[in-house]
């Protein structure tokens, strides 16, 4: 039987999981979700109609307790969290938070009260709470920076499995729809510390999500694994730190370099070691040029 306090915790959360071209990965994401939240919005980032099997599960989504909103275009993952958000402004109660996940994405038991509880005990400390994440996540470095009282504030998170206050949505907005894909959630986050909003972590709680493709590759007798993103995605990965650079340079200096340090590591190692360098960088050099001239939006066709 759920604790009074799940139960507090639930009535208080709503949930947005953005989705496209869905597989059993979705209904078990959304499964892991019914319980902990109160609401479930499901946003379809305009998968095609022709996509096999994903009318099956979005029926299976709905038949399990969520709400399915459907794109007729792919319009990137900011306009698709702002979709959800509004869905879930619309429904018929009101949540004071609202967690954020991808389709790949499934939460262990206690997860989100974890999170809302952490979102307190921060609160409680004088902290200005603008997001609550966990501790770690599948693929990356723990999250949790500093502690202060007792609360562990932390660093840069990850969009899938954060939870926001709605009060934060309603003061700073919601997600930047012109970056459409990569760097969304850093713009989130920078955004909201430039509010003076801090990001606090629930340090015991993991969340299992998958960051694009592991490639494995020999040095020597080592094998390595690497996670290499789709090529089209550094495009927008090169674009998008040139525009957030563009933005955040003067009052984020330390994370404007990291940002670029990061990802020409990235580049530099994949292109070194994983096959497939020639389109990447093709893709890479493509969202430099575009970045410096501040196109937004989908990656233009090719001319």
Known sequence: MPSRSTEDSRAQVGAVVTAFGPGESLVLAVRSLVSQVSRVVVVDDGTPQAHAGSDEVYEECRRIGATVVRHESNRGIGAALNTGLDALRAGPTDVDHVLTLDQDSVLPEGYVASLVAAGRAATAQGVQVGMVAPGRASGIRSGAGKSAGGVVL?????????????????????????????GVDSEFFLRARAHGYLCVVAPEVHLEHRLGRAAEVRIGPRVLTLVVAADFRYYYQVRNVVELVRRYART?????????????RHLTITTTLVPGRRERLRY???????????????????V
């Open 154 to 182: 932390g660093k840069e998170p990850i969009q899938s499995g954060l939870l926001v206050p709605t009060e934060v949505l309603r003061r700073i907005g919601g997600f930047d729809e012109p970056l459409f894909i990569d």
């Open 252 to 264: 984020e200096p330390v994370w404007s370099v990291g940002a670029v340090g990061k990802l020409l």
């Open 284 to 302: 890479a050099r493509r969202g430099l040029r575009d970045g410096l001239r501040r196109v937004q939006g989908p990656i233009p066709p090719t």
